[in-house]
């Protein structure tokens, strides 16, 4: 089922779904500076695009793509074998969760000035989605730059407080994983582990989010990821009204 979303536009930033080919061409060009630059690839391209929806946000002043998302909704957990998370972890736990589901992939926004608004603009487009079709859990891998597991020690000691419960918790797939909730014991520095997560999780984590007890090592994107999920339901209200005033305004 494809997502609709009208128009939305914050100041000089439009955030719209991709209307043609060339539009997520342009996408998987923004995608590939910031996941595969190391590897000069002209787009990051796979399978999942044909299956997805393509969320931008664009400069309607100078023209151009600033940010990009892409969304696969799905009815209920009896797809979740669909998804991009699937290729990496166990997900047949989720499969029995009854509510509408959608996969949120590959988030991004051009370097510069600009790029937190373009995320932000990504957010409040998303939270419309997420109300307009009665969306009852957002998912997908948040990654760590690097496949160096000893960077980020603090952080993954602070993600065991936050693991997924074991009636949906991801079972391993994945050839190489860093097991973190198992081998590691140190009681994290909290200020050095905020500082070293990808800001997406921590926004993840604010609005209740849940993750893996493990990390995937993907060696074609040069990272490390956890996935990640969060049950609407369980966002707490507070942070409910300020995700809606944003995305209104």
């Known amino acids: ?72 909704l799905m009815e209920s957990g009896a797809e979740i074998g669909l998804s991009y998370s699937s290729e990496h972890y166990d997900l047949s736990r989720l499969s029995a969760f009854p509510g509408r589901m959608m996969e949120i992939g590959r988030l991004c926004a051009a370097p510069g000035l600009g790029e937190a608004d373009a995320v932000r603009a990504l957010l409040c487009a998303l ?21 160096d597991a000893g960077r980020y020690r603090d952080t993954f000691a602070l993600l065991r407080a936050h693991l997924a419960p074991p009636a949906w918790r ?3 797939k994945a050839p190489r994983i860093f097991p973190f909730a198992r081998c590691l014991t140190l009681e994290p520095d909290r200020a050095r582990a905020l500082r070293a997560m990808p800001p997406l999780l921590r926004s993840y984590l604010g609005m209740g989010g849940r993750v893996s007890d ?32 944003a995305a209104a305004g």
């Open 127 to 147: 939270t419309r989605i997420v109300d307009a079709h009665g969306v009852e859990m957002i998912f997908g891998c948040t990654s760590f730059r690097g496949t």
């Open 1 to 72: 089922m494809p997502p609709t979303l009208p128009t939305l536009e914050k100041g000089r930033l439009v955030a719209r779904l991709a209307r043609s080919r060339e539009e997520v061409a342009e996408a998987q060009a923004l995608r590939a500076r910031r996941f595969r630059a190391e590897s000069g690839a002209p787009g990051d391209v796979d399978r999942f695009d044909d299956l997805c929806a393509h969320l931008l946000v664009e400069d309607r002043v100078a023209g151009g793509i600033l940010g990009c998302v892409r969304l696969m």
């Open 170 to 172: 991801p079972g391993v």
């Open 214 to 245: 493990h990390a995937v090592v993907d060696e074609e994107l040069g990272t490390l990821h956890v996935f990640t999920a969060v049950e609407v339901a369980s966002i707490p209200p507070a942070r409910k009204r300020v995700l809606r005033a």
